[in-house]
């Protein structure tokens, strides 16, 4: 036999303690794990699942989630699991959001990079051995051959 299955309670109180309050915004920051692209979403496991923070805090606090629908922050920070702060929309209204808000490119560049433009502008211009270069700047080898294919950083 494993083990029992945590009730919605137990969870609640889980989410709970992983998280501290940013008290100029009202956000409750998960404090656990962290998945996405930037990392800029918590990571929750319930009933054997892992999902993020702030969907796992939807369905414990406010309520089911239609199939198809995204929660949404209305305060952009993708780490809040404040209940008051997220809302149900589809995909589209999460990207009419994004853009009324002026974040449909927010992934670009400098703001969400370890790199900066000149260190980029380094590594096109380097020779040598990849991995060389990957270490001298502390990213991967790959990311050092999409950069001076211009597969990333196009911008520059």
């Given at each position: 036999?494993?083990?029992?299955?945590?009730?919605?309670?137990?969870?609640?109180?889980?989410?709970?303690?992983?998280?501290?309050?940013?008290?100029?915004?009202?956000?409750?920051?998960?404090?656990?794990?962290?998945?996405?692209?930037?990392?800029?979403?918590?990571?929750?496991?319930?009933?054997?699942?892992?999902?993020?923070?702030?969907?796992?805090?939807?369905?414990?606090?406010?309520?089911?989630?239609?199939?198809?629908?995204?929660?949404?922050?209305?305060?952009?920070?993708?780490?809040?699991?404040?209940p008051s702060h997220l809302f149900l929309g589809t995909k589209f209204d999460n990207m009419q959001d994004c853009v009324r808000k002026?974040?449909?490119?927010?992934?670009?560049?400098?703001?969400?990079?370890?790199?900066?433009?000149?260190?980029?502008?380094?590594?096109?211009?380097?020779?040598?051995?990849?991995?060389?270069?990957?270490?001298?700047?502390?990213?991967?080898?790959?990311?050092?051959?999409?950069?001076?294919?211009?597969?990333?950083?196009?911008?520059?």
């Open positions: 036999m494993g083990t029992p299955t945590p009730t919605k309670e137990v969870l609640a109180d889980r989410l709970r303690e992983r998280y501290k309050l940013d008290p100029k915004r009202g956000c409750w920051l998960f404090t656990g794990g962290r998945v996405g692209t930037f990392k800029q979403y918590g990571k929750f496991r319930m009933w054997k699942k892992m999902t993020t923070a702030h969907r796992a805090a939807y369905l414990l606090f406010v309520g089911d989630i239609p199939e198809g629908m995204d929660v949404c922050h209305t305060c952009d920070v993708g780490v809040c699991i404040n002026g974040r449909l490119n927010s992934p670009r560049g400098e703001r969400r990079s370890r790199l900066t433009n000149k260190q980029v502008i380094e590594i096109r211009n380097a020779s040598g051995p990849q991995t060389k270069i990957a270490r001298k700047y502390k990213i991967a080898q790959t990311t050092v051959s999409a950069i001076q294919r211009r597969v990333n950083w196009r911008h520059i």
